[in-house]
């Protein structure tokens, strides 16, 4: 397993931005897709964004496409969320996850995560 450690999250008003960081250790960061997951109170895991291994191929989900942005930089080991125009609808916490090869909306295991909260 890679270990993965989240930043960056925290409190911002509705419309506002956020840049999240996940940090991955070990030297086969730059095989793996990687993805976005977020979870908010009650509400089942859900699939924000994946990156394939390169950086040039994206995926994200519907209910951030044209907000977010999914990057990475693979001599730094990190993957990146940038989060514009946010919603309350966005509270959550956010998971940085290497997801299954074949379907980028399922984790195979994740980070503890960081909470971004967005008030209105």
């Known amino acids: 397993q890679v270990p993965l450690v989240e930043s960056g999250g925290g409190l911002v008003q509705a419309g506002g931005s956020l840049r999240l960081s996940c940090a991955a250790s070990g030297r086969t960061f730059s095989n793996y897709a990687m993805a976005w997951f977020r979870q908010a109170p009650g509400k089942e895991l859900e699939f924000v964004a994946g990156i394939n291994w390169s950086g040039s191929s994206t995926q994200y989900a519907d209910s951030v496409k044209g907000r977010f942005t999914i990057s990475r930089d693979n001599a730094r080991n990190t993957v990146y969320l940038q989060m514009n125009s946010l919603k309350s609808e966005d509270t959550a916490n956010y998971y940085c996850?290497?997801?299954?090869?074949?379907?980028?909306?399922?984790?195979?295991?994740r980070g503890q995560g960081t909470q971004v909260t967005v008030s209105s």
């Open positions: 996850a290497l997801p299954r090869a074949t379907d980028w909306t399922v984790p195979r295991y």
